[in-house]
């Protein structure tokens, strides 16, 4: 599976951005499609899923104001980001991963994508 996010960029706060991330190669056995964030000086953490079902979480940072989403015609994850604010700095990285049952999970990742919010 390889993953190509794209949509990063930089805004004022409270201003909006859309990544995206489109997928190729044996996609249909990924259970869960994400994205995550890592700002300078600190981990990469979750910032929201969404199932093969549709089912979506988020960070409670984000809640209400990011939404991910997915279009299945063009292998594509969404994650609208509104009402922007500077802690939201970081490069933004897609996620997908399959369950391995009791064996864990195969994890893929994109590229980052820089994403500033200027206060």
């Known amino acids: 599976v390889q993953l190509q996010a794209s949509g990063g960029g930089l805004v004022q706060a409270g201003g909006s951005l859309r990544l995206s991330c489109t997928a190729s190669?044996?996609?249909?056995?990924?259970?869960?499609w994400g994205w995550y964030r890592q700002a300078p000086g600190k981990l990469r953490e979750l910032v929201a899923t969404?199932?093969?079902?549709?089912?979506?979480s988020y960070a409670d940072s984000v809640k209400g104001r990011f939404a991910i989403s997915r279009d299945n015609a063009k292998n594509t994850v969404f994650l609208q980001m509104d009402s922007l604010k500077p802690e939201d700095t970081a490069v933004y990285y897609c996620?997908?991963?399959?369950?391995?049952?009791?064996?864990?999970?195969?994890?893929?990742w994109g590229k980052g994508t820089q994403v500033t919010v200027s206060s």
């Open positions: 190669g044996d996609i249909f056995s990924i259970n869960t």
């Open positions: 996620n997908a991963f399959m369950g391995l049952g009791p064996f864990g999970r195969q994890d893929y």
């Open positions: 969404i199932t093969s079902g549709g089912t979506s």
